[in-house]
């Protein structure tokens, strides 16, 4: 209803009861059953509640009553409609307000005065008298008035709106319940607080929560929660600031911590630092934890507001200044950050150190968000330094029953946190040369080392639980083996080996989104184990268990699954160096073999790009030495065949369902080489052989050539990586010097290999170096004729530009149509290389790069090239066909017996099989008599053009032969005659 119709002096209260009466007739003769009734009702609704918020209390006092009644019997809150229930709420509480005369509470708490001029303007001298005659005015008034009934009614629906299922509902509700408190008696406004605080019990859901955090808000910023009451509600807020409930895979709360946060923010506005100085510790310490520790960025960002709020207007929070720098709107935005450092700077204050603990391992080890309690054990490794005595004596034995307690999660994040805290304790024993076992109790050391075999025992290493037990024992396994822990010949050991084992033979067993946290896990143990348990002496390993790791680990390579040979690759990778002394040679005897391309028994793409990083991996630990045994080091005798294996995956293009696989062996195999390399340059240069350096550069060029733009760049950060450096230097560079002048040192950090327009012009420089030319040619061929337009365009405007350098050098062309030819020749069969190519050389003949050739009759590189391309017209791939069609319309500009044999082959391919093929033919054809109007005779070129134009390609072959037949007569093409195939009898 219009505001003017309510202020008007003419209106008639007529007029306003007809409106009343049609809206209460509306609302009792509709329902939420149809979006009209719907419609009509919101309608209603609205229009009551602006009569009741703009009108006077005079003229609509009388009539709300008998709304009140109409909307009790409606029964609104319960309705599914979540706009009705809020109009609902609004409405009754504007009729609440109705009931009340309007009035401000004079028993409310007031903080001073809003304006900062009027707090300074007060005068300091005011009378003990005129303090208290407020109040005696305050009594009088609340004695003489009195509450109407109807008014018990709208509190009652307004506390039922707190617990509503909708937000906006709640929020409405809670500031009605703040706008009534403050017209009711001091007594009945505190009967309303009690009210509000039934809320937070753990019988009610997280709605009742929210909305009674909600109503808090609403009270204690308008002065309604006396701080008598403070004793009750701050205990409710610091629950509320930590409320999570959990759900199935999920959980709830981030609504009510966050309102939470809002009650903090308003207390701050609201209070005296006198009135919440009892209560700061809690809030303080209850703040920084969810704004370090809440798995909801809002919730952190509002708790690090009102903790900033308190810290400014209340100036009584420990350490407040210092803090809100630190973990700020923006710093708690990055949950790694909260976790990990953070909570580390406010742990070094006294004040919150124990109270972040406690709540990491009451509330967050065993979170059901895996990345939360993987956070939290590390964040407590953080902090064990700002408390070791109480980790030691307090936290680690009550974390030690929860590491085989029945909560799946708990003790995930148990054993978790037992394991980060005691490698934590042993770093710090490490300052006073003291050893673990001297910070903790024995019975705590016993604990540790029942662990696994009290899961064992319960078979809580199969199934679901399994994915989660074997990755973290395998994480207590490496730091207790950091720690020194004093198990060596104790029979834990071989129970740690066997899960070891065990797990890297059922990895195929596991879901797909944990396998490589639980390699990772695994191979960090095995490398930990090892290293602190398999020496018989210092360097030198147990000839027994070395045997038996290195022989299992070498027969896995072998395993019919593929994520055992994963596993088994990466096992042999992780072995210090003394379980590799002369067992060196077996080791990349039986990774090379698992680095082959081609497996008869399956591709194992994920195995062999393990197997080259462990080749690295190992041949690192070993170290070179020149002279040394192939057993022991790499050397002159096993460094050519380290190279070989690993530069034969630099050719490594294995596709399937998944897309260009055979991408991750290639990554992995140049940064191999480049980790080999400049071992080997640092260490034994005179066996890095000038034929493995020009192999390897030339490997790089040709990737960093390539069509996708994350492998390129990784070519090509390794490629000037190899190029320029300088300790160690690598020696047998090709072309060094023009290398260097065309990569200056600044472009190793201002060169985005990720950008096609910035990369290709750079390596296209390549071309003109004669012993890059052919790989980089053979990495651009698959860029100019592929498929992202962005990559083939800068990359062929590259190729162009370098072209149209060397186009009146016609020793540099006829070399550089030599090298293409070589790249045709050599991947003749090789579709991802032949179809690309053909799309590339007929940009090439459309863009003239060849017009010196055409100059001569016959010219070789015309005759090969045709004759290379005939090599494709029998092949059943369209794609090529069509490419093949587009390079003779190109060759056609070619002079001599060449042109006749291209216009032969196009007519052939007029009576092609395939209709589409016929029509794509007819169609280029066409186009070139266009272009080249000068290779045919102008007497026939109309009639020539006239046919292709208006014939029917795709109709039966018959018909499309007398046309293609007449075509050659006219072109003095001799008629091509079909094969006939003798049967056996004829040709015996």
């Known amino acids: 209803m219009d505001k003017r119709f309510m202020t008007r002096p003419d209106v008639k209260q007529k007029r306003l009861g007809d409106f009343l009466d049609w809206s209460l007739t509306t609302i009792s003769q509709t329902d939420d059953k149809s979006m009209r009734d719907i419609i009509v009702l919101d309608g209603a609704l609205q229009s009551l509640a602006k009569l009741f918020k703009h009108g006077k209390r005079d003229d609509l006092l009388q009539y709300a009553p008998t709304i009140m009644q109409c909307l009790e019997k409606k029964h609104l809150s319960e309705s599914n409609q979540a706009m009705l229930r809020k109009l609902g709420v609004k409405l009754i509480q504007r009729l609440g307000l109705t009931f009340l005369k309007p009035r401000l509470a004079a028993w409310r708490y007031q903080r001073g005065n809003r304006s900062l001029a009027a707090n300074l303007s007060m005068s300091q001298s005011t009378t003990g008298a005129a303090a ?57 406004a505190d009967e309303v607080v009690g009210s509000v605080l039934d809320c937070f019990s753990f019988q009610e859901t997280d709605n009742a929560w929210h909305g009674g955090c909600l109503a808090l808000a609403e009270l204690g910023r308008r002065g309604l929660l006396v701080p008598s009451r403070l004793t009750d509600v701050v205990p409710l807020i610091v629950k509320s600031l930590t409320y999570e409930e959990k759900r199935g895979a999920c959980s709830v709360g981030s609504n009510v911590r966050d309102a939470a946060c809002y009650v903090c923010w308003s207390f701050a506005r609201a209070y005296e630092p006198k009135e919440l100085e009892p209560f700061v510790s809690q809030l303080a310490s209850t703040l920084l934890i969810t704004a370090v520790f809440d798995r909801n960025v809002n919730c952190r960002r509002a708790a690090s507001a009102a903790f900033q709020e308190n810290v400014g207007r209340q100036g009584t929070f420990p350490h407040g200044i210092d803090i809100v720098t630190t973990a700020d709107y923006y710093a708690v935005g990055n949950l790694n950050n909260c976790y990990l450092n953070i909570s580390v700077y406010i742990a070094s204050f006294p004040e919150y150190t124990k109270a972040m603990i406690d709540h990491l391992i009451s509330m967050k080890i065993n979170h059901w968000d895996g990345v939360i309690r993987e956070l939290s054990t590390k964040a407590l490794h953080n902090l064990t330094p700002q408390a070791p005595d109480y980790m030691a004596t307090t936290v680690l034995p009550q974390l030690l029953p ?224 020149a002279d040394s045994s192939p057993d022991s080091a790499l050397c002159s005798d096993n460094v050519t065949e380290v190279y070989g294996a690993l530069l034969n995956c630099m050719n490594d293009y294995t596709t399937d369902s998944r897309g260009d696989v055979g991408a991750w062996v290639r990554e992995a195999a140049m940064t191999s080489l480049m980790d080999v390399t400049l071992l080997v340059a640092s260490s034994a240069p005179e066996i890095l052989l000038p034929d493995l350096v020009k192999s390897m550069m030339c490997c790089m060029a040709q990737q960093a050539a390539e069509k996708i733009d994350r492998y390129r760049a990784h070519a090509g950060y390794i490629f000037l990586s190899l190029l320029h450096s300088t300790d160690p230097a690598v020696l047998h560079i090709p072309h060094r010097e023009e290398l260097l002048s065309i990569f200056p040192v600044e472009t190793t950090t201002t060169l985005n290999w990720k950008s096609p327009s910035q990369a290709f012009l750079y390596i296209t420089q ?131 017996e060449v042109r006749k044999k291209v216009l032969s082959q196009l007519l052939m391919l007029l009576c092609h099989s395939f209709p589409v093929i016929r029509k794509t033919t007819a169609s280029q054809m066409y186009e070139m008599m266009l272009t080249y109007d000068d290779v045919i005779d102008p007497e026939v070129l109309d009639d020539v053009m006239t046919l292709l134009s208006d014939t029917n390609w795709e109709s039966d072959i018959a018909t499309v032969r007398t046309h293609r037949n007449q075509l050659c007569d006219w072109l003095g093409v001799p008629r091509p005659q079909a094969i006939t195939k003798q049967s056996p009898a004829q040709v015996s």
């Open 132 to 188: 208290v005659t407020p109040e005696v005015e305050t009594q009088e008034l609340e004695q003489d008035y009195d509450i109407p009934e109807e008014v018990e009614t709208v509190i009652e629906y307004l506390l039922g709106g707190l617990k509503d299922k909708e937000t906006i509902v709640r929020w409405s509700a809670a500031k009605g319940i703040g706008r009534v408190t403050g017209r009711l008696p001091k007594e009945l």
């Open 402 to 625: 929860m590491a085989v307690g029945i909560d799946l999660h708990g003790r995930h994040g148990a054993i978790l946190a037992c394991a980060e805290i005691t490698h934590a304790l042993y770093k710090l024993g490490l300052q006073t040369n003291r050893s673990v076992v001297d910070t903790i109790s024995p019975e705590c050391v016993d604990a540790l080392k029942n662990i696994h075999q009290m899961l064992h025992d319960r078979k809580q290493y199969r199934g679901f639980g399994g994915e989660l037990m074997r990755p973290a024992v395998c994480g207590l396994i490496e730091k207790l083996s950091l720690s020194k822990m004093p198990f060596k010949n104790d029979p834990v050991i071989t129970g740690w080996q066997w899960l070891i084992d065990d797990t890297i033979k059922t990895l195929h067993l596991v879901s797909s989104g944990v396998k490589d946290a639980i390699a990772v896990a695994v191979v960090s143990a095995l490398s930990a184990l090892c290293e602190e348990y398999y020496q018989a002496q210092p360097g030198q390993a147990e000839s027994q268990i070395q045997d038996v790791l290195v022989t299992q680990y070498i027969e896995g390579l072998k395993s019919p699954q593929m994520l055992t040979r994963c596993g088994s690759a990466l096992a042999l990778g992780c072995l210090p160096r003394f379980m590799i002394h002369s067992k060196l040679k077996q080791i990349l005897e039986g990774l090379q073999q698992m680095c082959a391309v081609s497996q008869e028994e399956g591709s194992f793409t994920e195995a062999r790009k393990d197997a080259v990083r462990a080749i690295a991996q190992v041949c690192v630990k070993a170290g070179v030495c």
């Open 766 to 896: 390549l071309l003109g170096l004669p012993q890059y030319q052919y790989h980089t040619l053979l990495g651009l061929t698959v860029s100019v004729g592929g498929i992202t337009e962005s990559t083939v365009h800068f990359s062929s405007q590259s190729l162009f530009d370098y072209l149209r350098k060397i186009q009146e050098d016609s020793d540099a062309l006829t070399q550089f149509g030599d090298t293409l030819l070589n790249v045709f020749r050599n991947n003749l069969r090789n579709d991802r290389v032949s179809i690309p190519f053909l799309k590339m050389l007929n940009q090439m003949l459309a863009n003239s790069c060849f017009e010196i050739f055409t100059t001569q009759e016959n010219h070789p590189f015309c005759v090969d090239l045709l004759a290379l391309i005939k090599e494709f017209k029998k092949t059943k791939d369209i794609s090529k066909l069509r490419a093949c069609v587009a390079v003779f319309c190109g060759l056609i500009q070619f002079q001599g």
